[in-house]
Nanobody
Framework: QVQLVESGGGLVQAGDSLRLSCVASGLSFSSYRMGWFRQAPGKEREFVAAISRSGSTTRYAGSVKGRFTISRDNAKNTVYLEMNSLKPEDTAVYFC????????????????WGQGTQVTVSS
Protein backbone atom coordinates (compact mmCIF):
# COMPACT_ATOMS: atom_id res chain seq x y z
CA GLN A 1 0.00 0.00 0.00
CA VAL A 2 2.77 2.46 0.83
CA GLN A 3 4.97 3.50 -2.05
CA LEU A 4 7.99 5.79 -2.04
CA VAL A 5 9.61 6.91 -5.28
CA GLU A 6 12.95 8.72 -5.21
CA SER A 7 14.33 10.82 -8.02
CA GLY A 8 17.02 13.41 -8.70
CA GLY A 9 20.16 11.32 -8.45
CA GLY A 10 22.94 11.51 -10.99
CA LEU A 11 26.62 11.97 -11.71
CA VAL A 12 28.19 15.20 -10.48
CA GLN A 13 31.62 16.57 -9.65
CA ALA A 14 32.96 17.27 -6.20
CA GLY A 15 31.70 20.60 -4.93
CA ASP A 16 28.49 20.45 -6.93
CA SER A 17 24.94 20.36 -5.61
CA LEU A 18 22.07 17.97 -6.14
CA ARG A 19 18.46 17.85 -4.97
CA LEU A 20 16.72 14.56 -4.33
CA SER A 21 12.96 14.16 -4.16
CA CYS A 22 10.77 11.42 -2.73
CA VAL A 23 7.07 11.24 -3.50
CA ALA A 24 4.96 9.16 -1.14
CA SER A 25 1.60 7.52 -1.75
CA GLY A 26 -0.68 5.14 0.13
CA LEU A 27 -0.44 6.98 3.44
CA SER A 28 -1.47 10.18 5.16
CA PHE A 29 1.85 11.85 4.48
CA SER A 30 1.72 14.55 7.13
CA SER A 31 1.20 11.90 9.84
CA TYR A 32 4.66 10.43 9.42
CA ARG A 33 8.25 11.26 10.13
CA MET A 34 10.41 10.97 7.01
CA GLY A 35 14.06 10.13 6.57
CA TRP A 36 16.88 9.72 4.08
CA PHE A 37 19.42 6.92 4.22
CA ARG A 38 22.26 5.90 1.95
CA GLN A 39 24.26 2.80 1.15
CA ALA A 40 27.62 2.61 -0.58
CA PRO A 41 28.91 -0.64 -2.15
CA GLY A 42 30.11 -3.06 0.49
CA LYS A 43 28.83 -0.92 3.36
CA GLU A 44 25.82 -0.94 5.63
CA ARG A 45 22.93 1.37 5.06
CA GLU A 46 23.44 4.53 7.11
CA PHE A 47 21.25 7.31 8.38
CA VAL A 48 21.59 10.65 6.60
CA ALA A 49 18.76 12.94 7.68
CA ALA A 50 15.25 13.00 9.12
CA ILE A 51 12.40 15.46 9.44
CA SER A 52 9.41 15.62 11.75
CA ARG A 53 5.79 15.49 10.64
CA SER A 54 5.37 19.24 10.53
CA GLY A 55 8.90 19.89 9.32
CA SER A 56 9.81 21.85 12.43
CA THR A 57 12.50 19.42 13.58
CA THR A 58 15.40 18.03 11.55
CA ARG A 59 18.29 15.71 12.33
CA TYR A 60 21.47 14.98 10.40
CA ALA A 61 24.34 12.57 10.44
CA GLY A 62 27.57 14.27 11.43
CA SER A 63 29.10 13.52 8.03
CA VAL A 64 26.52 15.66 6.21
CA LYS A 65 25.59 18.29 8.76
CA GLY A 66 26.09 21.76 7.35
CA ARG A 67 26.07 20.50 3.76
CA PHE A 68 22.71 18.72 3.39
CA THR A 69 19.24 20.06 4.10
CA ILE A 70 16.10 17.96 4.46
CA SER A 71 12.69 19.53 3.90
CA ARG A 72 9.14 18.48 3.12
CA ASP A 73 6.06 19.73 1.35
CA ASN A 74 3.05 18.02 2.86
CA ALA A 75 0.73 19.41 0.20
CA LYS A 76 2.77 17.54 -2.41
CA ASN A 77 3.45 14.41 -0.33
CA THR A 78 7.13 15.01 -0.99
CA VAL A 79 10.32 15.06 1.04
CA TYR A 80 13.52 16.59 -0.33
CA LEU A 81 17.22 16.33 0.33
CA GLU A 82 19.29 19.28 -0.84
CA MET A 83 22.92 18.24 -1.06
CA ASN A 84 25.61 20.89 -1.33
CA SER A 85 29.41 20.75 -1.45
CA LEU A 86 29.24 17.13 -2.50
CA LYS A 87 32.23 14.90 -1.89
CA PRO A 88 33.25 11.57 -3.44
CA GLU A 89 32.47 10.02 -0.05
CA ASP A 90 28.82 10.91 -0.60
CA THR A 91 28.60 8.43 -3.47
CA ALA A 92 25.87 5.93 -2.64
CA VAL A 93 22.34 4.84 -3.34
CA TYR A 94 20.03 7.17 -1.45
CA PHE A 95 16.79 5.83 0.02
CA CYS A 96 13.70 7.58 1.29
CA UNK A 97 11.93 6.03 4.28
CA UNK A 98 8.83 6.40 6.47
CA UNK A 99 8.52 6.15 10.24
CA UNK A 100 5.44 6.17 12.46
CA UNK A 101 7.57 6.53 15.58
CA UNK A 102 7.17 9.35 18.09
CA UNK A 103 10.43 8.58 19.89
CA UNK A 104 13.32 10.98 20.18
CA UNK A 105 15.58 8.78 18.08
CA UNK A 106 15.23 9.90 14.48
CA UNK A 107 17.70 7.44 12.97
CA UNK A 108 15.68 4.31 13.77
CA UNK A 109 12.19 2.88 13.47
CA UNK A 110 11.56 3.20 9.73
CA UNK A 111 8.91 0.91 8.31
CA UNK A 112 8.83 1.52 4.57
CA TRP A 113 11.54 2.16 2.02
CA GLY A 114 11.84 3.37 -1.53
CA GLN A 115 13.91 1.69 -4.22
CA GLY A 116 16.65 4.29 -4.08
CA THR A 117 18.34 6.71 -6.44
CA GLN A 118 22.03 6.63 -7.33
CA VAL A 119 24.27 9.58 -6.50
CA THR A 120 27.81 9.48 -7.86
CA VAL A 121 30.34 12.20 -7.05
CA SER A 122 33.58 12.29 -9.00
CA SER A 123 36.74 14.06 -7.91
Amino acid sequence: QVQLVESGGGLVQAGDSLRLSCVASGLSFSSYRMGWFRQAPGKEREFVAAISRSGSTTRYAGSVKGRFTISRDNAKNTVYLEMNSLKPEDTAVYFCAVSSSYSGTYSEGYNYWGQGTQVTVSS
